[in-house]
């Protein structure tokens, strides 16, 4: 036991004399004051000891300061370790140079001392022999258990992060549902569940790899988007019938203040610079919410492409910077025919999205640009609104988006806004009546640490995407809303709870209400109530 703390002491008192521990070159035993040398070591043995022999605090030296660079390392050897003699002037002399004798003489010394702290060692594993018998055993146990999990290891640069989401609800609705003869409301409380697996994998250490699997089964339930309320869509809906399917696949890597991503299965929104919002944390309720307020831009469906955005690395976080970028996604990527996709063709279905955004993480302020082809969907909104690209179209989109947190907890909440119009370039061939134009907005509160530390309440109300124009100069009563009220209550770090309702007035917009009772001639008296407890399990 001696040998390891000396070793461990030795290479602390060789680097405090590391300045100067070596004799000029050339330097010869003779040359050396062997006085000093005596007087700095401590005789132990001696029966009187004169106070500069026997130093017990630092304070003794007479040319020791504290802004000396080795003041507390020189400290430390002398008050707890007791080891180190000054000169019988009551001086260091930590500026001169230390011969090799006089290091030796201070290597000595100390590790006379550490050889008393070493018996107290001995004598303390003597007594605790058994328990440190036992810890051994265990530290080898885990040793064997690290070893066989390294071997047997998923991978050694993939990540596996999961989520579990199940969430038990339903629908009912106010006013006549007989909409366009459909006399079957999907009012039942169902229990319906998504699950997401992501894998990470990064080579570099810097790029990324990102895989994700997901499954569920939403299909058949009044949340699927596809059933008697399209906007009833949960953002945690899905339905893939309870099967496993390979649903986001991209590869990013840094260059400088860039990041490049190359997506044979993704969408734009997630190659931004900096999202648009902060509301709900992308922990929406609605999936309309999803799209920010601004449909035709950050409204889309899967496809392959790729992207890039910039924006200053480092720095104070809370500097304001800019951020930019830009991608390009096409649904029919895969198809090699030009007549029916392709990548850059008129039939990839394809879109293109800008985004220039200004912030930091308590503010930001963005605008978004999209191209949208024929046949490509722009986002959630009324039967009218809501509708993809009609065939021989194109459309333009513009989105302005903001929010605002404050840098504390408080009854003020945090608030996301955001707004969009999308202009359709019709073929001439398109009849009276079909949206020319239409627009969305969202406005998003959200109070952190309500009633308890982590937990959250959030508030949304939305115009979902409406006709504002149409071919043929007439004004739709296309205008519709929804709100949706919910509150997080975490269990666990992994676990939370999420009671939820939501509202949408008027889903159908202009054709509310329409059926063959009334002609096809909408009404006002339609609107749909969701209820539902959202329980999410991360791992």
């Given at each position: 036991m001696k040998c390891f703390p000396r070793l461990l002491v030795a290479p602390v008192l060789l680097g405090l004399a590391a300045p100067a521990v070596l004799p000029p070159a050339g330097a010869q035993a003779t040359e050396l004051n062997l006085d000093d040398v005596s007087a700095y070591a401590v005789d132990e043995e001696a029966e009187s000891v004169d106070p500069f022999d026997q130093v017990t605090s630092i304070s003794q030296f007479s040319d020791v300061y504290p802004t000396d660079w080795a003041y507390q390392a020189l400290s430390n050897l002398i008050e707890r370790y007791g080891c180190v003699a000054g000169y019988p002037d009551g001086t260091y002399r930590g500026g001169r140079a230390m011969t090799r004798f006089e290091a030796a003489a201070l290597l000595n010394a100390c590790l006379d001392r550490i050889t008393e702290v070493t018996d107290e060692l001995k004598r303390l594993m003597k007594e605790f022999e058994k328990e440190l018998a036992i810890l051994r055993g265990r530290v080898d146990g885990l040793e064997a258990r690290v070893g066989e999990l390294e071997a047997t290891q998923f991978s050694t640069t993939t990540k596996l992060s999961g989520k579990a989401e199940m969430v038990l609800g339903g629908t009912s609705y106010t006013g006549d549902y007989d909409y366009n003869d459909l006399d079957d409301p999907q009012e039942a409380t169902s229990f319906i569940y998504r699950t997401t697996l992501n894998l990470n994998t990064s080579f570099t250490s810097k790029d990324l790899l990102y895989t994700r699997l997901r499954s569920g089964n939403a299909q058949d339930s009044a949340f699927s988007g596809k059933g008697y309320v399209p906007l009833a869509l949960l953002d945690s809906a899905n339905n893939n019938d309870n099967t496993v399917k390979l649903d986001k696949l991209w590869y990013q890597f840094p260059a400088g203040d860039f990041t490049f991503y190359v997506a044979p299965r993704a969408e734009n929104y997630y190659f931004l610079s900096s999202q648009p919002t902060i509301y709900n944390q992308g922990r929406f309720i609605l999936k309309l919410f999803k799209w920010r307020g601004a449909d035709g831009v950050y409204g889309h469906s899967s496809g392959a492409g790729g992207g890039f955005n910039w924006k200053k690395r480092g720095g104070d976080p809370m500097q304001p910077r800019l951020g930019i970028s830009a991608s390009y996604i096409a649904r029919e990527a895969e198809d090699g025919n030009p007549n029916t996709g392709g990548i850059g063709t008129d039939n990839a279905e394809g879109k293109f999205v800008a985004q220039v955004a200004y912030g930091n993480p308590q503010w930001q302020i963005s605008a978004g640009y999209a191209y949208t082809q024929q046949a490509m969907t722009l986002g959630l909104g009324t039967t009218d609104g809501g509708a993809g690209v009609p065939a021989g179209a194109d459309a333009n989109s513009l989105a302005v988006n903001g929010y605002w947190q404050p840098l504390r907890s408080s009854w003020i909440p945090a608030v996301s806004v955001g707004y969009g119009v999308t202009w359709l370039n019709l073929d001439g061939d398109a009849p009276d009546g079909t949206r020319s134009q239409s627009m969305s907005w969202m406005a998003g509160l959200e109070w952190k640490d309500a009633f308890a530390e982590r937990n959250r309440l959030g508030f949304g109300i939305a115009g979902p995407q409406w006709v504002t124009e149409q071919k043929g100069g007439d004004t739709p009563d296309d205008g519709n809303m929804a709100f949706e009220l919910w509150y997080e209550f975490r269990v666990t770090d992994n676990i939370?709870?999420?009671?939820?309702?939501?509202?949408?007035?008027?889903?159908?917009?202009?054709?509310?209400?329409?059926?063959?009772?009334?002609?096809?001639?909408?009404?006002?008296?339609?609107?749909?109530?969701?209820?539902?407890?959202?329980?999410?399990?991360?791992?």
């Open positions: 939370a709870v999420t009671p939820a309702l939501f509202y949408l007035s008027r889903p159908f917009g202009q054709e509310t209400g329409s059926s063959a009772e009334t002609g096809g001639v909408g009404t006002d008296s339609f609107g749909t109530l969701g209820y539902l407890v959202r329980t999410t399990f991360r791992f």
